[in-house]
């Protein structure tokens, strides 16, 4: 069976670049980088999003701080040991980036303009954990692990406001579920042991539309064809 595993992650992301480039890690022989883009929020915020690239997609002349650019590809996790510790890193991994002058032939072919979005095709591998903020607030947090190539999964964190996250506390593990939504940048404190805090930054997506993918009813439409 031939799957298309960009079907199961895509994303889109547009904003400008706000740091230089650093070495990630190479394959190969080819060498990627990782630099960070400022995307906007229709709050007038934004997110600060880290992007992986390939040496072959970018030069030193076209990226630079301050330039806009627009990134297709997916978001991907990977597991670093610390300290003996594993540690889940998230980063944007481009597989097509477009420069300014690039930008508004690829806003055309698109028909609309696009800033931030994920479209995630994976399985639920955590009990979701639901929770009301004191404001009253409904938030559940959820996470999605993302089939890609080789064997390989990404596993992306994901967070769901009012009615979407109510559904999702009775999501079961293992479920299929598409989800529509934006990544995000959060800031949250880490306290340590011996009373000492770090400022450190999540990324998660935001979820803005949930739908579980029925399975069973997949089953019945491919026999129905098979019949037909």
């Keep these: ?27 190969y022989g080819e060498i990627f980088y990782i630099f960070d883009m400022e995307v906007p929020r229709l709050s007038n915020t934004s997110d600060t999003i880290p992007v ?11 990226l630079q701080i301050g330039k806009k ?11 670093s040991y610390e300290n003996e510790k594993n540690k889940l890193i998230l980063t944007v991994f481009a ?30 591998c955590k009990t979701p954990i639901y929770r009301q903020t004191p404001f009253g607030r409904e938030i559940a947090d959820l ?23 109510r559904f999702c506390q009775n999501l079961e593990v293992g479920a ?12 949250y404190e880490k306290k340590f042991e011996d009373g000492t805090s770090q400022t450190r930054v999540a990324y998660e997506v935001s979820v803005g539309n949930l739908e579980v993918i029925d399975e069973k009813m997949n089953i019945e439409e491919e026999k129905n064809e098979e019949a037909m």
């Excluded at 031939?2 to 394959?27: A, C, F, P, Q």
């Excluded at 992986?52 to 002349?61: K, Q, Y």
């Design 52 to 62: 992986t690239v390939s040496e072959r997609l970018i030069t030193d002349e076209k």
């Design 143 to 165: 996470l999605l692990a993302v089939n890609r190539a080789y064997n390989k999964s990404d596993y992306i964190p994901a967070i769901a406001w009012g009615r979407t996250a």
């Design 95 to 124: 597989k097509d980036i477009f420069f300014e002058e690039e930008i508004e032939n690829q806003i055309q072919e698109g028909s609309k303009e696009i800033s931030n979005e994920v479209i995630l095709t994976g399985y639920i």
């Design 176 to 187: 299929e579920v598409k989800i529509i939504g934006r990544v995000q940048s959060r800031s």
């Design 69 to 79: 650019v627009l990134i297709r590809g997916q978001f991907r996790s990977y597991n």
């Design 1 to 27: 069976m031939n799957i298309n595993y960009s079907d199961n992650n895509h994303l889109i992301l547009m904003g400008k670049v706000t740091s230089e480039k650093r070495y990630s890690h190479e394959i």
